[in-house]
């Protein structure tokens, strides 16, 4: 996460003036302002369309009564996308740009969904809170819990000589 910060906050900038003196050494100082300000003028004409249609796809997928995953991430990359089409810079308009284009998002969100799929896998096993019956485990040979008497809410209430005995190894 710091290497991530590090990037953001002190490589980008430094890559943008960079790009920024470059261009306007090439074609001059006006016409380098012009495409900057131009940027940030089509940025937010995109945002704003794009944004209001993530919003329609996102009422609509609540109306068919289903999770609007994809809505969702589409309506980030879109925010993301035109935050950093108003900051001024070559590299960050066209990473802005890709973020509002509905095709080059699709390849965003599918890279995004691997990621996010390699990053959260849960096992599958069940949680036995730390309690266990005399003899291992809560489950029976067919695989059906057994029923563990509880004053209501919290752990089972244990006999005074199970309170005093040390707890099995796992």
């Given at each position: 996460m710091g290497l991530l910060l590090i990037l953001l906050f002190i490589i980008v900038p430094i890559a943008e003036l960079y790009v920024i003196i470059q261009v306007g050494s090439a074609i001059g100082v006006l016409p380098t302002l012009a495409i900057i300000l131009g940027g940030a003028v089509v940025g937010s004409a995109l945002l704003r369309a794009q944004g209001r249609a993530a919003w329609r796809r996102f009422n609509a997928a609540l109306q068919q009564r289903r999770f609007p995953a994809r809505e969702t991430a589409d309506g980030v990359m879109i925010v993301v996308g035109g935050t950093l089409l108003l900051t001024p810079g070559f590299i960050t308009d066209i990473v802005g740009l890709a973020l509002l284009f509905p095709p080059s998002r699709g390849l965003v969100r599918a890279l995004m969904w691997r990621y996010l799929r390699?990053?959260?896998?849960?096992?599958?096993?069940?949680?036995?809170?730390?309690?266990?019956?005399?003899?291992?485990?809560?489950?029976?040979?067919?695989?059906?819990?057994?029923?563990?008497?509880?004053?209501?809410?919290?752990?089972?209430?244990?006999?005074?000589?199970?309170?005093?005995?040390?707890p099995l190894p796992p």
């Open positions: 390699r990053r959260f896998e849960f096992a599958h096993a069940t949680a036995s809170w730390g309690y266990r019956r005399m003899g291992g485990s809560p489950y029976d040979v067919e695989g059906s819990a057994h029923e563990v008497p509880t004053n209501g809410a919290g752990p089972p209430e244990r006999s005074p000589d199970e309170r005093q005995r040390p």
